[in-house]
């Protein structure tokens, strides 16, 4: 059984999830947006205070809303870092991602030790995540599956009542609406999903809800 926790950091209200195995304690951190000290302490303290085990480090996408703290993590917890390749070019613009959205840059994230493939497995306790690649919003994008646990990490691809923007660098709208109809609208109704931003949803609601895929009759 995998629990999960949701923090909400910066300005960008940008969702980062911890997630766990029940019994092992092993840990993902998904999407480390911290980027102030109290953020950072916040994060530490859940992870000190529920006994859990770092284990990787994981980006969905590497927009800088969602790696500001990579390096924190990195640093304090020496775990592999997975990204995906296509998004690199976004980490070694990190400065110019801080200059367009005009805030301060916390330090620059690391690179990552791995790239992250369908074919990439990793373990939490007995349970292993499926890497659904879903570009579009950028061009690397993966969301991260949990078929026994139902539920998926849906970074920046899909929100509830929303989809991803495509006008920054990278992005590409039919890549977009083509991960969205192939990948996660084809996923049990009731796999709930966890956006980059925002609150949760499910599968379904969203076939039912969301205007931009409503509209679109995408499947
Ligand atoms: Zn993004």
């Given at each position: 059984?995998?629990?999960?926790?949701?923090?909400?950091?910066?300005?960008?209200?940008?969702?980062?999830?911890?997630?766990?195995?029940?019994?092992?304690?092993?840990?993902?951190?998904?999407?480390?947006?911290?980027?102030?000290?109290?953020?950072?302490?916040?994060?530490?303290?859940?992870?000190?205070?529920?006994?859990?085990?770092?284990?990787?480090?994981?980006?969905?996408?590497?927009?800088?809303d969602h790696i500001f703290g990579c390096s924190f993590v990195k640093e304090k917890y020496k775990?592999?870092?997975?990204?995906?390749?296509?998004?690199?070019?976004?980490?070694?613009?990190?400065?110019?991602?801080?200059?367009?959205?005009?805030?301060?840059?916390?330090?620059?994230?690391?690179?990552?030790?791995?790239?992250?493939?369908?074919?990439?497995?990793?373990?939490?306790?007995?349970?292993?995540?499926?890497f659904l690649f879903t570009p579009g919003h950028t061009p690397g994008e993966y969301c991260i599956?949990?078929?026994?646990?139902?539920?998926?990490?849906?970074?920046?691809?899909?929100?509830?009542?929303?989809?991803?923007?495509?006008?920054?660098?990278?992005?590409?709208?039919?890549?977009?609406?083509?991960?969205?109809?192939t990948k996660l609208l084809t996923l049990p109704d009731d796999t709930i999903i966890y956006p980059?931003?925002?609150?949760?949803?499910?599968?379904?609601?969203?076939?039912?809800?969301?205007?931009?895929?409503?509209?679109?009759?995408?499947?």
């Amino acid at each position: 059984m995998i629990k999960i926790k949701k923090f909400t950091f910066s300005s960008f209200a940008e969702n980062t999830y911890l997630l766990w195995d029940e019994s092992s304690k092993e840990t993902m951190i998904i999407d480390p947006g911290c980027s102030a000290s109290y953020e950072e302490k916040e994060l530490e303290n859940f992870i000190s205070s529920n006994k859990l085990s770092v284990k990787y480090l994981i980006n969905t996408h590497c927009h800088i809303d969602h790696i500001f703290g990579c390096s924190f993590v990195k640093e304090k917890y020496k775990v592999p870092y997975y990204a995906p390749k296509k998004d690199i070019p976004l980490i070694e613009h990190f400065d110019k991602q801080t200059e367009f959205v005009e805030i301060e840059a916390t330090a620059k994230p690391p690179l990552p030790d791995n790239f992250i493939t369908e074919d990439l497995k990793l373990k939490l306790g007995e349970t292993e995540p499926v890497f659904l690649f879903t570009p579009g919003h950028t061009p690397g994008e993966y969301c991260i599956y949990f078929p026994d646990d139902k539920f998926c990490i849906t970074g920046d691809v899909l929100f509830q009542n929303s989809i991803g923007r495509t006008d920054l660098w990278g992005g590409d709208y039919d890549a977009l609406l083509q991960s969205i109809k192939t990948k996660l609208l084809t996923l049990p109704d009731d796999t709930i999903i966890y956006p980059g931003h925002g609150d949760e949803s499910t599968i379904g609601d969203e076939k039912k809800y969301n205007p931009f895929l409503v509209e679109l009759n995408l499947w």
